[in-house]
């Protein structure tokens, strides 16, 4: 079956990577969305946002014929679909969703195929399947959801296995005919279990990340130094080689994804729920770490982006912090090489001895900081 694809929302994070890469695997796609701006920098082969081999991968994508398009019904012309709108279980979220769903139902051609790669709710894609019948339309539907790290989308795309909820073995199989032509192994699954490894892995990936600030925050409240603790512990020790340092834990997909798990799920125990309050006072303590030993009310923070190393300001808790500094009278200057309009370390050396490093960019690792207070958060 030859296909031409039409990726709603194909200017985020999810979908121009995924544009990009089905492209230039030979296979002519649309990029649908409402975002000018995004779609002009496209156009110009300019990445819009940060991600290893980018420029490469546009610039080559755009050489093959990549399109463009903010008029939804362009879908039409495609025989696939795929929707990479991001998503949570806030209300405006979903409602965001179903609308954007609706339209895509309106304008998609029979005997298409849609697949589903947003984190969505427990029993969303037969909510999907079933107004897609209300409509009359003979729509396969599937669920493939994205699993890739930000940053590392081109390299990811091709190793990690895809996960494939469809209704049943026959509708795959017409899907993994399209996964085959990119040359990307599939996992068949049912509709519920794909919708919950999704929101398991992200929501499991948060637990772990918590729970080592849990520790953190026990070690704080006893005067004692955790790094220094976890550094000896790993020391030749082969079975926590894999923990991770404490630090925030944020980003467009673990604290939404795991709040979406228990709306979806539950959450008996308030296991998950806790750890969110134990995030909440990993940044309170923080706060009083930084009233011990910072002198006065003015602070470099260096690093504002939810990862080192990226640009996407989306549900960072470096921004959480500085602005629960702000509202108790911090004058903050901050640094951020990975966005525009941010200030150099070098020109605002004098502005106060205290720094926060908040987020862990490579580049900070080269910075001066003597006679400087010094608070690392972490390297997440």
Do not use: W
Not at 79 to 94: A, M
Not at 108 to 124: A, D, Q
Not at 126 to 133: A, G, H, L, P, W
């Amino acid at each position: 079956m030859k296909f031409k694809v039409a990726v709603v929302g194909g200017a985020g994070h999810i979908g121009l990577p995924l544009s990009c890469f089905i492209q230039n695997k030979g296979i002519q796609t649309i990029i649908i969305d409402k975002n000018e701006e995004a779609l002009s920098l496209i156009k110009q082969s300019i990445p819009p946002f940060t991600e290893k081999d980018f420029q490469s991968n546009l610039t080559n994508a755009n050489k093959a014929g990549l399109e463009v398009s903010s008029d939804i019904s362009d879908i039409k012309n495609c025989n696939l679909v795929i929707v990479t709108l991001g998503t949570s279980s806030k209300k405006e979220d979903k409602e965001l969703f179903e609308g954007v769903i609706s339209d895509v139902l309106r304008e998609i051609k029979n005997e298409s195929v849609l697949l589903l790669r947003s984190t969505v709710e427990k029993g969303m894609v037969e909510n999907v399947e079933k107004e897609s019948n209300e409509q009359s339309k003979n729509i396969l539907i599937a669920y493939c959801p994205e699993r890739l790290a930000e940053g590392f989308a081109f390299e990811e795309i091709e190793l990690l296995p895809q996960i494939v909820g469809c209704k049943n073995e026959i509708e795959y199989k017409k899907v993994k005919s399209f996964f085959d032509l990119l040359k990307i192994e599939t996992i068949y699954v049912s509709y519920s279990e794909a919708e919950f490894i999704k929101l398991f892995l992200n929501t499991y990936r948060y637990s772990q990340f918590s729970l080592v600030n849990y520790f953190s925050n026990i070690a704080r409240n006893n005067s004692i130094n955790f790094k220094k603790i976890l550094d000896l512990a790993k020391q030749d020790y082969p079975r926590l080689n894999a923990i991770p340092d404490p630090g925030f834990v944020g980003g467009p997909c673990l604290i939404k994804d795991s709040k979406t798990f228990i709306n979806s799920y539950g959450d008996q125990d308030g296991i998950i729920e806790k750890l969110h309050i134990t995030n909440e006072e990993f940044i309170n303590l923080i706060v009083l770490e930084i009233g011990e030993k910072f002198e006065g009310k003015k602070i470099i923070q260096l690093g504002l982006t939810f990862k080192p190393n990226s640009d996407d300001l989306r549900d960072s808790q470096s921004i959480v912090l500085n602005n629960i500094l702000k509202k108790l009278d911090y004058e903050i200057e901050i640094v951020e090489p990975n966005r525009k309009g941010y200030k150099n370390y070098e020109d605002i050396l004098s502005f106060s001895k205290n720094v926060l490093i908040t987020t862990f960019h490579d580049e900070f690792k080269d910075y001066n900081f003597d006679g400087k207070k010094v608070i690392v958060v972490g390297n997440k």
